[in-house]
C-alpha cells in the first residue's frame, strides 16, 4: 500500500472514532435531559430554614355575632400573633383555628412587618365560636 | 489550519456541549423558610356563668352583675351581650376583672333603663386573656 493510500486510512479512522464519539455524547446528552422532563420526576432535597426563633404567642379579639347558635355568642374575630422574630419580616404567618377534635374552625393570614413583632389578623375565613376553640397552629412561610 | 484540525475541534465543541446539558439535568433544590407550631388555647376553667340584672320602674335595665367567676380569669377581659329573643344584641359591654378575691365579680352599672326587661332573652359571655 503506498504511503498515500495508508495516510488516508488513518485519517479516516480518525474521522469515524470522532463521529462515534460525537454521536455517543449526543445520545448521552438527550438521554440526560429527558430523564427530567419525559417522566415528570425530578428529585431532590433541600434543609428547611426556620427564620423564627423563639414561640410567638397569639392573642385574640372577640365579636358578638346574633347568628351563632340559636342564641347568638361570642367568636373569634382576629388573632394578634406577636414575639415574631425580625428576619421573619416581609414573610407569611398563617393561623388556623381548632376545636376540640382538631377540626379546622377559621383561618387567616397576613404579611409580617419589617422587624417582626406583632401582626394582626383581622379577616378570618370560616366561623370560630368563642367556646369552641381549643387550639391553634401558626405557620410562618415564604 | 487542515481540513482535520477543524473537525477535531468542532467535534470537541459539540462534545463539551452535550456534556454541559447533561449535567445541567441534575436538579437543584431550594427552599422558602417555613416554621409552624400549635398550641392548645386553654380556659380559665369557666364552665357556665350566670348574670342577673336590675331594673328600675319602667322596666328599664339598670345595672348588670356577673358573679363566680373563677379566680384563674382575673386579669382577663369580660365581655358580656344582651340580646334578645332573635340573638340580636341589644347591648354590650366589656371590663377587665380585678381585685378578686376567692373568685371574681364583675358589675356594669348606670346602664340607664334604656334597654326593656321585657325584651331581654339571653346572655352571652366571653373571656379573654390578654
Known amino acids: ?142 | 489550519m487542515t481540513r482535520f484540525t477543524k473537525i477535531l475541534g468542532t467535534t470537541l465543541a459539540v462534545w463539551l456541549a452535550l456534556a454541559a446539558a447533561a449535567a445541567a439535568a441534575t436538579l437543584t433544590v431550594s427552599s422558602n423558610v417555613l416554621s409552624a407550631g400549635n398550641a392548645a388555647v386553654s380556659s380559665c376553667g369557666v364552665s357556665s356563668l350566670t348574670a342577673s340584672r336590675v331594673v328600675d320602674n319602667n322596666g328599664g335595665i339598670t345595672e348588670v352583675d356577673v358573679a363566680s367567676i373563677p379566680l384563674a380569669c382575673q386579669g382577663q377581659t369580660l365581655s358580656v351581650t344582651l340580646a334578645d329573643t332573635t340573638g340580636a344584641a341589644l347591648a354590650s359591654y366589656t371590663t377587665t376583672l380585678a381585685g378578686c378575691t376567692s373568685t371574681c365579680a364583675a358589675s356594669f352599672t348606670g346602664l340607664g333603663g334604656t334597654i326593656s326587661a321585657a325584651n331581654l332573652k339571653y346572655f352571652s359571655f366571653a373571656l379573654v386573656g390578654s
Not at chain 1, 504511503?3 to 455517543?24: D, H, P
Not at chain 1, 388573632?79 to 381548632?98: D, I, N, Q
Not at chain 1, 413583632?117 to 387550639?135: D, E, F, K, N
Open chain 1, 1 to 142: 500500500m503506498s504511503k498515500i493510500a495508508k495516510g488516508l486510512m488513518k485519517r479516516k479512522f480518525l474521522f469515524a472514532t470522532l463521529l462515534a464519539l460525537t454521536m455517543f455524547g449526543a445520545v448521552y446528552g438527550f438521554a440526560a435531559t429527558l430523564s427530567v422532563s419525559s417522566n415528570a420526576l425530578s428529585a431532590g432535597n433541600a434543609t428547611l430554614p426556620s427564620c423564627q426563633t423563639g414561640s410567638p404567642t397569639s392573642s385574640y379579639g372577640l365579636a358578638y355575632d346574633s347568628t351563632l347558635g340559636s342564641t347568638g355568642g361570642y367568636k373569634v374575630s382576629s388573632v394578634t400573633v406577636s414575639g415574631l422574630s425580625s428576619p421573619c419580616a416581609s414573610k407569611t404567618v398563617s393561623v388556623v383555628l381548632t376545636d376540640a377534635s382538631n377540626a379546622q374552625l377559621a383561618t387567616g393570614s397576613a404579611t409580617i412587618p419589617a422587624g417582626g413583632g406583632t401582626v394582626a389578623i383581622s379577616s378570618l375565613t370560616g366561623s370560630a365560636p368563642a367556646a369552641s376553640v381549643a387550639g391553634v397552629q401558626i405557620a410562618i412561610n415564604g
